[in-house]
């Protein structure tokens, strides 16, 4: 059974850091593109980072470019979104997704949404002013 956990989210206050963690089941993780999503109050889901099954690329949407910092640990299964330099504009809930499909090249990445099938619960982030 696929099954992705969020955890990390929290109150946090403007320029301050949060870690986000994301553990996956039921998958040969090694092999699943991953991404991070988010969605505040009355917005579309957004996309906020990618990575490539071997951890070489990433790709991050613009709001967050320079300031949030993907990565994985395929021997924990275990997909991160570091961040850094916190704004209230930040505050949403944050989402894990997998991208199952197969690709030929192991820096095959997706910021698509459409391209995810396995989501997680979500994390809620808030940035304090």
């Known amino acids: 059974q696929v099954q992705l956990v969020e955890s990390g989210g929290g109150l946090v206050q403007t320029g301050n850091s949060l870690r986000l963690s994301c553990a996956a089941s039921?998958?040969?993780?090694?092999?699943?593109?991953m991404g991070w999503f988010r969605q505040a109050p009355g917005k579309e889901r957004e996309f906020v980072a990618t990575?490539?099954?071997?951890?070489?690329?990433?790709y991050y949407g613009d709001s967050v470019k320079g300031r949030f910092t993907i990565s994985r640990d395929n021997a924990k299964n275990t997909v991160y979104l570091e961040m850094d330099k916190l704004k209230p504009e930040d505050t949403a809930i944050y989402y894990c997704a997998a991208d199952p499909a197969y690709y030929s090249s192991d820096n095959h990445y997706s910021g698509r949404l459409r391209d995810y099938f396995h989501w997680g619960q979500g994390t809620q982030v808030t940035v304090s002013s």
């Open positions: 990575i490539s099954r071997n951890g070489a690329s990433t």
């Open positions: 039921g998958y040969t993780f090694s092999t699943i593109v």
